[in-house]
């Protein structure tokens, strides 16, 4: 067997057989077989796609590349949160801590950011000194002392994602379904939670564009989990338009504690607090109802917000210290009308281009960096009213690219709804 012939075979749209999925894996992971021949079956996967055996091998081989952690010492129901990403998708940040202040265990593996959309890791080593590299005792230790933790693939926890994730970010192989959903599921079988909700999110912000295939991509993710005896519970959300106002790792942690604070944008409020119930119901075996109503104590009363300060300190994080870019600069529309489009994943691209993503695997994140909306969809604006605030360093993009994102109308469209479909 040679990588040569299955990257040919899988251009020609053949389906691979285990052997040939395992080899090429394996192979990668133990350096043998080289970025640029697993960037071209990559590519081949991304144009081909796989068949629903092919995803479910690629998955198992991805999540029994490395330490497969077993969270049996955490007595009660571990429940797991993923986003498939997005623009401004800063749901962890807010949701965790949230969450493990109703009493649910919260053990999370995040990742950084990939291609125009950010990654929970960027945005937390955002706060200086935050320490997201936890080894898997102090990750456990610190899960059973305080609800939660949030770390990087820790050690040695499927190899194979970790590296195919960053070479995906720098190809352009990241919008794929056996890609995302084999990453995603692999990492949540290996960090052994007993129910995972994902935020799947659709739109032109997000890595799944359309419905059809954010549907399939969450059938598909859902067939893995219960072929492995755990519950997956896909909320299919809207991402026409960046969730929050706040674009930027700083930036989108500074919105996460407004959130947390409940004074935060409402989009992102709302759709926390459908997540949180989910899980809470899941987590504590309690009815939505009464789930909805602990979410609903804990953002009023100030537990979520305490519990995110006791994270960050747990993890060496000094929240006091969070700075944002020095240079502002408002951006004014130049016509008035209702914002009836947001090109989401062109204002990921600005955002990456002010240094806030990366364009090569070590590229060094500006963490300052971003955007902040002023004016969201079906928001009216008026000529010479601002649109957005850009947060910059040493990168500059043009006001036009930026002003080229909002397609203003005199008719207003409507909106779609926030939370599209619940599958399980
Ligand atoms: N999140 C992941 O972990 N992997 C993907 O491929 C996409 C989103």
């Known amino acids: 067997m040679n990588i040569v012939d299955i990257i040919n075979k899988k251009r020609k749209n053949i389906e691979l057989n285990d052997e040939e999925i395992k080899y090429a894996i394996e192979g990668y992971v133990a ?17 081909n796609g796989m068949t629903d055996h092919e995803t479910a091998v690629l998955t198992e081989v991805m999540y029994k590349s490395g330490d497969i952690i077993n969270l049996d010492k955490i007595k009660s129901t571990k429940v797991d949160k993923h986003s498939t990403g997005g623009v401004g998708d800063k749901t962890t940040l807010i949701l965790l801590p949230l969450v493990a202040s109703c009493g649910v265990v ?10 125009f ?25 610190q899960v059973n002392e305080i609800g939660v933790a949030i770390a990087s693939q820790t050690g040695n926890l ?3 994602d970790k590296k195919i994730y960053a070479l995906r970010d720098v190809t352009g192989t990241v919008e794929s379904i056996p890609l995302i959903a084999s990453s995603i599921m692999s990492k949540k079988l290996a960090s052994g939670a007993d129910t995972i909700v994902i935020d799947l999110k659709v739109g032109n912000g997000a890595l799944m564009k359309d419905y059809e295939s954010a549907k399939k991509l969450a059938e598909t993710m859902v067939n893995i989990g219960k072929s492995h005896n755990r519950q997956v519970i896909c909320v299919l959300t809207d991402m026409n338009q960046p969730l929050g106002c706040a674009i930027g790792n700083s930036l989108e ?12 944008p409402k989009d992102i409020t709302n759709l926390i607090i459908a997540l949180a119930t989910i899980m809470v119901s899941c987590g504590l075996g309690i009815s939505f109802e009464e789930a909805n109503k602990k979410v609903h104590d804990n953002l009023n009363n100030g537990n979520a917000y305490v519990k995110f300060l006791e994270l960050v300190k747990k993890q060496g994080g000094r929240i006091e210290e969070l700075d944002v870019a020095k240079n502002v600069v408002s951006i004014k529309s130049r016509l008035s ?8 994943d062109d204002l990921g691209e600005i955002s990456r281009k002010l240094g806030g993503g990366r364009y090569e695997k070590n590229d060094e994140i500006n963490f300052g960096v971003g955007l902040v909306l002023s004016k969201k969809l079906g928001d009216y604006v008026m000529e010479d009213e601002e649109i957005l605030k850009v947060y910059f360093d040493d990168k500059s993009v043009s006001v036009d690219e930026i002003l080229k994102c909002f ?7 409507n909106s779609n709804p926030l939370i599209y479909e619940v599958i399980k």
């Open 253 to 264: 942690v500074k919105e996460s504690i407004d959130v947390l604070n409940n004074r935060g």
């Open 117 to 141: 959309t950010g990654g929970t890791i960027d945005k937390l080593e955002s706060i200086p000194g935050f320490n997201t590299k936890l080894d898997i005792n102090d990750f456990m230790e």
């Open 337 to 344: 009308g209702y914002i009836n489009e947001i090109k989401t």
């Open 106 to 115: 919260a053990p999370k593996m995040s990742g950084r950011g990939l291609g």
């Open 407 to 413: 397609k203003i109308e005199t008719n207003k469209i």
């Open 31 to 47: 350096n043998k077989i080289k970025d640029y021949q697993m960037s071209a079956l990559l590519m081949a996967i991304c144009l």
């Open 158 to 160: 499927v190899p194979a």
